[in-house]
């Protein structure tokens, strides 16, 4: 069965980065039929998705936070992160790894989530 | 961006009742739209995925239907364990966006 698990600092001062991995088990990242991305969820709100990325390293990013995002693949790791650079408090969120079937179009499964809160 | 407008944005429901949650975009999206059940502090679970698939494991009492701009999620029969929140996702272009969920209370 397919797990993904969310790890990085749950703290990050307000303009610098965030970095957080999604290590996959139960599969391999390299499977040639699905992407791998991440999307957010501020407490309360609605969800936002960040980007995605192949195992090739093509990587398609929200237009919103493309100036500060960066996603990546590591296949020695099977693992994938994120990186979002100058956070502001609007960057606190639940962040979320997920699969991404890119021919159908949807996300399954889910890790757990990680809150990653932006402090002053 | 495609933006994609649910609703209503809350409903309230007995067991047993029969609950229907639109969505509707402000494009065509073909068939490539999905649906997820979120409970509280827990991520995100598929149910439908291009319009009207079920995902496996899914209850049959979920269902999808629509194409082009209006969609619709039906659970036939709700059950005590469907009190959540529901949200539509497009995938039919870049940005993917999420619709701003329905939350389906107990009446």
């Known amino acids: 069965q397919l797990q993904l698990q969310e790890s990085g600092p749950g703290l990050v001062k307000s303009s610098e980065t965030l970095s957080l991995t999604c290590t996959v088990s139960?599969?391999?990242?390299?499977?040639?039929?699905?992407?791998w991305g991440w999307i957010r969820q501020p407490p309360g709100k609605d969800l936002e998705w960040i980007g995605n990325?192949?195992?090739?390293?093509?990587?398609d990013y929200n237009p919103s936070l493309k100036s500060r995002i960066a996603v990546s693949v590591d296949m020695s790791q099977n693992q994938f992160s994120l990186k979002l650079t100058s956070v502001t408090a609007a960057d606190t969120a639940v962040y979320y790894c997920?699969?991404?079937?890119?021919?159908?179009?949807?996300?399954?499964?889910w890790g757990q989530g990680t809150l990653v809160t932006v402090s002053s | 961006d495609i933006q994609v407008t649910q609703s209503p944005s809350s409903v309230s429901a007995s067991v047993g009742d029969r609950v229907t949650i639109t969505c509707r975009a402000s494009?065509?999206?073909?068939?490539?739209l999905a649906w997820y059940q979120q409970k509280p502090g827990k991520a995100p679970k598929l149910l439908i995925h291009?319009?009207?698939n079920l995902q496996s494991g899914v209850p049959s009492r979920f269902s999808g239907s629509g194409s082009g701009t209006d969609f619709t999620l039906t659970i036939s029969s709700l059950q005590p364990e469907d009190f959540a929140t529901y949200y539509c996702?497009?995938?039919?272009?870049?940005?993917?966006?999420f619709g701003g969920g329905t939350k389906v209370e107990i009446k």
């Open positions: 291009v319009a009207s």
């Open positions: 990325i192949y195992f090739t390293g093509h990587a």
């Open positions: 139960g599969g391999s990242i390299s499977d040639s039929s699905y992407h």
């Open positions: 996702q497009q995938a039919n272009s870049f940005p993917l966006t």
């Open positions: 997920v699969r991404y079937s890119r021919s159908s179009g949807w996300f399954e499964p």
């Open positions: 494009q065509g999206l073909s068939s490539y």
